[in-house]
């Protein structure tokens, strides 16, 4: 069975302060890694897709990075509007095009 | 953006009683999927559809079913709500690249 385990729950931040969220995945012949970022009241809204260990994806102050077993999303120098849940997700080669989310994130950036 | 419109937006609606939750896109992506989120549980999917008239159950379908007869347009409906079914359901969107994009959810409350 396909799990995803992101870390931590909550992280709070100074404004200007960097730092990463990790996404554990046990997945079965992984075809493909995703970030989302989900504000309040609103649906997740799509960020990165990473396909093989090593890549690596930028957007502005995010960064997202995948090895063989995790994922990290980099912030870098982050803003109070950078606040949001972040969720991982990821689809092997058996699930038939069904993604296993992870829990997700709550990032919240004081400033 | 993938162009997903969800109706309603919110609903309340009392025990036992049939609900109808719709999903419409305007991109053309082969597959269409329910998903609910709740706190703790983070976003589970619900049904699924790879195409017209092609649907599959995810991993909390009892007590739900779907409908798809054009490609724009995917239906899920609660035959006797509960109140368990109280949640925030969201409908996704994808091609073949694995990617999903989600419409901005429904709030249901069964009282």
């Known amino acids: 069975e396909d799990q995803v385990t992101q870390s931590p729950e909550a992280l709070r931040l100074q404004e200007g302060e960097s730092s990463s969220l990790n996404c554990s995945y046990t997945v079965s012949g992984l075809r493909g890694l995703f970030w989302y970022r989900q504000d309040p009241g609103k649906g997740p809204e799509f960020l990165f897709t990473?396909?093989?260990a090593g890549e690596e994806k930028e957007k502005e102050r995010l960064k997202a990075t995948l090895t063989k077993k995790e994922s990290f999303l980099h912030i870098t120098a982050p803003k109070p509007e950078d606040s949001a849940t972040y969720l991982c997700?990821?689809?092997?080669?058996?699930?038939?095009?069904?993604?296993?989310f992870g829990k997700g994130t709550l990032l919240t950036v004081n400033p | 953006d993938a162009g997903i419109t969800q109706s309603p937006r919110h609903k309340v609606t009392e025990t036992g009683t049939p609900v109808t939750l719709r999903c419409h896109q305007t991109?053309?992506?082969?597959?269409m999927y329910w998903y609910r989120q709740d706190p703790g549980h983070g976003l589970r999917l619900i049904h699924y559809?790879?195409?017209?008239?092609?649907?599959d159950k995810g991993e909390v379908s009892d007590g739900y079913s779907v409908s798809r007869s054009k490609t724009e347009d995917f239906l899920l409906t609660l035959e006797s709500a509960t109140s368990s079914q109280t949640s925030v359901y969201f409908c996704a969107t994808g091609q073949g690249n694995y990617e999903q994009y989600f419409g901005p959810g429904t709030r249901l409350t069964v009282t």
């Open positions: 991109e053309n992506h082969r597959y």
């Open positions: 997700a990821a689809v092997g080669g058996g699930s038939n095009y069904k993604l296993t």
């Open positions: 559809s790879y195409g017209v008239k092609d649907t």
């Open positions: 990473l396909y093989s």
